[in-house]
């Protein structure tokens, strides 16, 4: 296994010592575990980078471990009422998209890449500061004006993403697609 996987593999198994401290209330914690969580996603990028470390399974399991940890923090956020039910619909209801997006031309056997386009990149980095600005409310004076900015500038970015995702598959199946490219 390489240095870059198993950063990863630790940022999956810590998902649920997160969701744990969300659950009993122990925000500090949360916030701790959550941002080793942040530090480990850059991480095990740089490091696959400059160390020539990339691998298929890496591909696969980076994106997994932000999703794990990002669902389930929504989820549990919302259900307990830090975070507002919409703004977790829409990420969930993205990822789906994303997955059927992924299985339907899987099972299609189109040939694909898993390369994240800029505007993903930018909605998980957006997703991960809702739920980090969630996290550290009682630590900043932030104004109520701050977490609607941030929550309605991830549901944009969210939005615009599958939307993205959803223009690039529609070319890819419709008239004249090559049947292959990036998911970019």
Known sequence: MTVPNLITTIRIILAPVFIIYLINDQFLWALVVFVLC????????????????????????????????????????????????????????????????????????????????????????????????????????FPTLYYLSVYYLTALFTISSGLHYMHYWFNMIGEGGDNQGNIS
């Open 38 to 141: 942040v530090a480990s996603d850059g991480l095990d990028g740089l490091v696959a980078r400059l160390f020539n470390q990339k691998s298929m399974l890496g591909t696969y399991l980076d994106p997994l471990a932000d999703k794990i940890l990002l669902v389930s923090a929504f989820i549990t956020l919302s259900v307990r009422g830090y975070l507002p039910a919409w703004l977790t619909v829409m990420v969930i209801a993205r990822d789906v998209m994303i997955m059927l997006g992924i299985f339907f031309l899987f099972f299609n056997r189109m040939e694909f890449k898993l390369k994240p386009s800029v505007i993903s990149k930018l909605t998980t980095c957006l997703q991960f500061i809702a739920v980090l600005s969630v996290l550290s409310k009682d630590y900043t004076g």
